[in-house]
Structure formats: C-alpha cells, structure tokens
C-alpha cells in the first residue's frame, strides 16, 4: 500500500449519509445527503426513516464522493466505516455498504469508532494532534472529555455527561422556544441578539462534585421552567435572552472542565469536536480560555464538525498509517460503542 493511503470513509450513524476521501492526512472530498428535512416535523431523527433514506443515497453518494475527488473506486486503499456509536439499523447501512466496497475492491476495512473520528477530522485542517492531548467530544448523543495519548489506540474517558448531551440539551430548549430541530444553529443564531442575563445553572460544578462530569437536564428544566413562569405572568419572553443566556450556562461549564482537565493532567493540547463544537460561543469562550492558560486550542472548521464521512476516512487513514490490523469480515454494527475503543 502507497504510503498515504487513499481511504473511502462510511458515515451513517444518525441521519447523514457522509462519503469521505482522504489520502493520508489530506482531505480530498466530503460528499453528504441528509434526511434531516424528513424528521424535522417529529422533533427528533425517526430511525426507520433514517436508515431507508441511507440505502437510497448511498451509491449516488459514494459517486459524488469519488467524483469530487477525481479519483477511481480502484484507486481506493481501504475502506473505513463508523461502527458505532449511533442508530443500529442505520449504523448497519452503513456498515454493509462498506463491507461490500471492501470485498469488491480486494482492500482492507476498517470498523472506527464515531467520537473518535470527531476528534481526527482536526488532523484534515491542523496536521497530526499533539500526543498526548485533552480532546473535548461535543455532540447530540454524547458529551465527554477524553484524555488521548494516542488516538490510534488509547483514549481514555475522564468524564461524561451523566444525563442529556449539550446538543441534546440545544435541541430541547430550542424546542421550548420554538425554535426549529436541530436546535444548536437556530439557538447560536438568535443568542448573537441577546444578552446573556438570565442566570441559568450550572450544572456539577460544586465543589464536592466529580471535576470532569457534566449534567445539563437540569439547565434545561430550568430553562423550561422560566420560561413557563414567564408567560404566566405575562411577561414577553426574549428569545434571544434565552437562547443567549442558555448557550453561556453550556459553554461557561463545557469550557471550564476542559481547560481544568489540560492544567490537571498537565497536557497543554486541547482539541474540541462532535456537532456542538460548531458553536459560535462556545469556539470563542474556548479560544479566550485557552490563550489565558498557555493551552493549543484546536477546532475544525465548523463544516467538518457534523457528521461527515471525511471524519471516518480520517480516522482510517490514521489506524492505516499507524499499522493497526484490519476489521474481521464479520465486522457488526455497535450502537453503544464505548468511546474507548477506537476501532474493532
Ligand atoms: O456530531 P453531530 O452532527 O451528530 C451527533 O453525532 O450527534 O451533532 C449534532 C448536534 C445537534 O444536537 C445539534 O443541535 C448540535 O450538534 N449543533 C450545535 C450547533 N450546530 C450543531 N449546537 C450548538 N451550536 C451550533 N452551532
Ligand atoms: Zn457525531
């Protein structure tokens, strides 16, 4: 195999369909297809729509991909597949229609984890990440902060959400605010018209409680609540002061742990991925923090931080370079994947 491979990455784990191609760390093209506007009326992703709108854009997805790339299927050096964590039955779309590419194609698969591939797409734009690094994960299903010594093989979970993810946490108070699904861009939108002046929780940041570990159901209860009383008394509610003073509660608790979880760990690399690190917020808070510490601070670019395939290819570009054996061809879909196991 060439020394930078050229890797065909898979995404299906929730509702896009991402088609990625890399060639070693270089990003060559990123090919994506959303059922999005077909859950949006059901405030959440349906899984059965989602894995049906898979099979219909995959093929076409997987052209567009090698298209935009200028590159032929039999150029590929292997295939690379999210195989966890996500929707099982759209998982397996995807897992399937790699394993087919692969066998047709004689080349290598490989079976990566999703949280990991959120943190490798930053080698696509930044170069290789400093070993070891605090990578912060960020996105509608999971919240954890991660110590990386080497994200080919060893990722270790200091801390996790113990309740709802951030983005999970935007998608429901965007819903309290009538705001559209999913909620994060629409919340980041109006926040840049309103103050940040209504004093929401913090959540687990008391003294006694665990250093890494988030909780965000209770800001968005309290956020509810408020609201509620609000219109009960018939006072206007500002969305804008809502959203606003919501995402500061978000960003002040996500961007405290990761820089105290550098200084503890004494790594002075933090890395920040997954959909919610597209927060205009959030990437400026983490910016001001990290420079007031003498901590790296890297993001993608926000294009790169939901879901894509070119996160995927990433990641197996890397697992190839770093000379980690293959899946087994009976390779499964996994919907809970533990963010410690990179590939499998
Ligand atoms: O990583 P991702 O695309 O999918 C999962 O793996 O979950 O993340 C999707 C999440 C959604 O909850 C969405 O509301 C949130 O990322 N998100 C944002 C922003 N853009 C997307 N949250 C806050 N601000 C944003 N600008
Ligand atoms: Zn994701």
Redesign the pocket.
């Known amino acids: 195999m060439a020394e930078e491979p050229l890797v065909l990455g898979f995404e299906t784990?929730?509702d896009?369909t991402g088609i990625g191609l890399v060639r070693g760390h270089t990003l060559l093209s990123d090919a994506l297809a959303t059922s999005m506007a077909e859950h949006e009326r059901f405030g959440g992703v349906v899984p059965e729509i989602a894995s049906r709108a898979h099979l219909e854009a995959m093929v076409p997805t997987v052209h567009r991909a090698l298209a935009d790339a200028g590159v032929a299927l039999g150029d590929v050096d292997a295939v690379a597949v999210t195989g966890g964590p996500g929707l099982t039955g759209a998982l397996l779309v995807g897992v399937a229609a790699a394993k087919a590419y692969a066998l047709a194609l004689g080349v290598p698969l490989y079976g990566v984890n999703?949280l990991a591939a959120?943190v490798a797409v930053d080698e696509l734009e930044h170069g290789r990440l400093a070993e070891p690094s605090i990578a912060m994960l960020v996105?509608?299903?999971?919240s954890s902060i991660l110590l990386v010594p080497d994200l080919s093989q060893d990722v270790q979970e200091l801390g996790r959400t113990i309740d709802d993810?951030?983005?999970?946490a935007?998608?429901k108070v965007a819903r309290v605010l009538d705001l559209p699904f999913?909620?994060?861009?629409p919340?980041?939108r109006a926040a840049q018209d309103g103050t940040a002046s209504i004093a929401f929780p913090r959540g687990l940041t008391g003294p006694r409680d665990p250093a890494y570990d988030f909780s965000f159901s209770g800001l968005k209860t309290a956020v509810a609540r408020w609201v509620e009383a609000q219109q009960r008394d018939g006072v206007h509610v500002s969305v804008p002061d809502v959203a606003a003073s919501f995402q500061e509660a978000v960003v002040d608790v996500l961007t405290a742990k990761a820089v105290r979880a550098c200084r503890d760990h004494g790594v002075d690399h933090l890395v920040v991925g997954?959909?919610?690190a597209?927060?205009?917020r959030?990437r400026a808070v983490a910016q001001e923090r990290c420079d007031a510490a003498g901590i790296v601070l890297r993001v993608p670019s926000r294009r790169l931080?939901?879901?894509n395939g070119a996160m995927v290819a990433a990641l197996g570009s890397r697992l190839v370079m770093a000379g980690v054996a293959p899946s087994a061809p009976d390779l499964g879909a996994d919907s809970s994947l533990p963010v410690e196991v990179v590939s499998r």
């Open positions: 784990s929730c896009e999703h959120h996105s509608g299903g999971h993810a951030a983005g999970e935007f998608d999913p909620g994060g861009p919340i980041d997954g959909g919610v597209a927060n205009s959030l931080c939901t879901d």
